[in-house]
T-cell receptor
């Protein structure tokens, strides 16, 4: 089977740093993506790792270890607007996305 | 910048009725994907099209069918609707770049289908 596991919920305060982990077990792997989704909204792309290592995009960074089937999203200088659900997603050989269980991030003032 | 367009945004149907959801991908994007997201769930892949040909199929019920037309817009047809079909349906599109796929898909705003 295919599975991507994430913590269900994470809480933090404004200005803090938070890390959301993702472990995956899939048949076929081309890369790991991260998406943000606000309630009732569409998933929006944040970051993508095809190779091992760290990718940095502004306040967001993403890390991948293919040998460990593990990745994480790091959010720095948290803002209230970062309160949302975050999904890791494996990009399969046919380019479809297989989404993780999702992590709900709540940022408090 | 142009985004993925979906219509309608909201749809209410009775059990056993049919529904048609439409998607207009970003111009020059060659692949369209459909996802279903139930309340509190992660998006589940349904089906995709590359250059108007079906490229992959996920957990899509036999009651559902989809196609992509010559102008690249796509339609998801759902028949014999069931209460469990109530969900957000997202269409996404992606381009093929010189570096290959980047794992980025551009999602439309979704169609919220409610089956009563």
């Amino acid at each position: 089977g295919q599975s991507l596991e994430q913590p269900s919920e994470v809480t933090a305060v404004e200005g803090a740093i938070v890390q959301i982990n993702c472990t995956y077990q899939t048949s076929g792997f081309y890369g790991l993506s991260w998406y943000q989704q606000h309630d009732g909204g569409a998933p929006t792309f944040l970051s993508y790792n095809a190779l091992d290592g760290l990718e940095e995009t502004g306040r967001f960074s993403s890390f991948l270890s293919r040998s460990d089937s593990y990745g994480y999203l790091l959010l720095q200088e948290l803002q209230m607007k970062d309160s949302a659900s975050y999904f890791c997603a494996v990009r399969s050989p046919a380019d479809k996305l297989i989404f993780g269980t999702g992590t709900r991030l709540q940022v408090f003032p | 910048a142009a985004g993925v367009i979906q219509s309608p945004r909201h749809l209410i149907k009775e059990k056993r009725e049919t529904a048609t959801l439409k998607c207009y991908p970003i111009p020059r994007h060659d692949t369209v994907y459909w996802y279903q997201q139930g309340p509190g769930q992660d998006p589940q892949f349904l089906i995709s099209f590359y250059e108007k040909m079906q490229s992959d199929k996920g957990s899509i019920p036999d009651r559902f069918s989809a196609q992509q037309f010559s102008d690249y817009h796509s339609e998801l047809n759902m028949s014999s609707l069931e209460l469990g079909d109530s969900a957000l349906y997202f269409c996404a599109s992606s381009p093929r770049t010189s570096g290959g796929r980047t794992g980025e898909q551009f999602f439309g705003p979704g169609t919220r289908l409610t089956v009563l």
